[in-house]
């Protein structure tokens, strides 16, 4: 009888055969992952994407629309019409420009030329000689000087009731124009001295004698006449007088209106004030400042009284050896 080998079902061949199935099929998992519907789903889910690609759609047809739109406006005919007119508008500026640097280059050529005519000018006033002179027609000789003032109401400063300052300024150009006065005195158109408690004689001039009796007549209180006739017989017949043989007289008058007699004052003061028969100068001469008539701060007017007074003092001041100074302004 034969003798059989006996049979091992577990052996190493049927365990290698196992081994290699089971590594298949992990094998065959591990490649069927994610590829079905019931895979591992992503972060973001199938619905989502579709309203996001939804989405990004509609976004990529208004960037369409509004792309055909600004094509069509920059083509359209307004728009190239604006387009002409800026490109006109600048050549024009351009043109104005050119013309502009070249008229400033002229300019700066002449102004050279000027410069130096002007620097030539200068070097040749300085190489002469000269000293400071009154302007020209003012009796530049005179050493005792006296102003008749008009300080009626039209002289005045509304708002504050004193005398215009530009008056009192023109008096104080005056005196420093004149380089002999020695005296001085103020008197009003009626005749009263306008520095208080010194009356009837000269006052001795120097510098703190002039600011003092400035800031007096801009604060001067009494209103005048407008008429000269008073105060220049006043101070003719107090003042000359005292008068010595070097000596000279000279009276200014300082006003806007006249509403007195014309020839009654001419013919007085040509009687208080007669010619030398000998040198044929008068011992008093007399000069007049005239300004416009202020009616109120914003007004100028009275013109009428303006023409009489600069006809009467152009009258006196030629026969009285004076001269006549008309102010554009008060």
Partial sequence: MIKRRPIEVFSLSFLDCLCC??????????????????????????????????????????VANQTALLESAINSEQTSTERERIVSLI????????????EFKSLQATLSTTEQAAASA?????????????????????????????????MRNQMTGQL????????????????EVRSIQFLDTSGNYMLSNRRN?????SIGLRKQ??????????????DPERGLRRAIQDLKPSLQAEDYMSIYVVGDDFRG???????????????S?????????????????????????ATQGNTRYANIMREIAEAHDGVLILKPSI
């Fill in 122 to 154: 200068n070097r040749l006033i300085q190489s002469f000689k000269h000293e400071d002179l009154p302007p020209i027609g003012l009796p530049a000789e005179a050493t005792h000087v006296a102003f008749v003032v008009d300080t009626s109401g039209s």
């Fill in 91 to 102: 050549r024009e500026l351009e043109s104005k420009l050119i013309y502009l640097q070249q």
């Fill in 213 to 226: 009796a400035l800031q007096q007549i801009l604060a001067y209180p009494i209103a005048s006449a407008s």
């Fill in 261 to 275: 007699s014309t020839q009654s004052l001419l013919i007085q003061l040509d009687r208080m004030n007669p010619r």
């Fill in 164 to 179: 215009h300052y530009s008056v009192v300024e023109q008096i104080r150009e005056l005196l420093e124009s004149l380089p």
């Fill in 201 to 205: 004689f000269w006052l001795p001039d």
């Fill in 21 to 62: 199935g089971f590594g298949a099929i992990l094998l065959l998992f591990i490649l069927s992952i994610g590829s079905g519907p019931h895979g591992v789903e992503s972060e973001v889910d199938v619905p989502t994407l579709r309203a996001m690609q939804a989405q990004l759609t509609i976004l990529e047809d208004d």
């Fill in 277 to 301: 028969m000998s040198t044929g100068k008068r011992p008093v001469s007399i000069s007049a400042i005239g300004f416009p008539t202020l009616i109120n701060p914003f007004q100028i007017g």
